[in-house]
Nanobody, 127 residues
Framework: QVQLVESGGGLVRPGGSLRLSCAAS????????IAWFRQAPEKEREGVSC????????YYGDSVKVRFTISRDNAKNTVYLQMNNLKPEDTAVYYC????????????????????WGQGTQVTVSS
């Protein structure tokens, strides 16, 4: 049974930090591309970051480059999103998603739809 469970969200002041976790079960996370998305109220979902199978490549959206870091702990079957210097515009529900690499895209984490999704965790950045 494939499951992804996010945790680590909460309320933080501007300039603060949070580390989101995405715990996977039912599959070996290392073999999958993993992505973080976010969606704010009345806004469309946007990609935040992703990492390819085997951690060959990573991607960060322009608005989070330098501030956010994606990483994977294969021993714990968990992926993380370290978020530093948070801004009010980072407020959203954050989701993790996974995808087995399509043929020819083993080292990519973009350009295809993700199959499995977590339930989301709320991040609120406010003074």
């Amino acid at each position: 049974q494939v499951q992804l469970v996010e945790s680590g969200g909460g309320l933080v002041r501007p300039g603060g930090s949070l580390r989101l976790s995405c715990a996977a079960s039912g599959f070996t996370l290392d073999y999958y591309a993993i992505a973080w998305f976010r969606q704010a109220p009345e806004k469309e979902r946007e990609g935040v970051s992703c990492v390819s199978s085997g951690d060959v490549n990573t991607y960060y959206g322009d608005s989070v480059k330098v501030r956010f870091t994606i990483s994977r702990d294969n021993a714990k079957n968990t992926v993380y999103l370290q978020m530093n210097n948070l801004k009010p515009e980072d407020t959203a529900v954050y989701y993790c998603a996974s995808k087995v690499p399509p043929p020819g895209l083993t080292h990519s984490c973009r350009g295809y739809e993700y199959d499995y999704w977590g339930q989301g965790t709320q991040v609120t950045v406010s003074s």
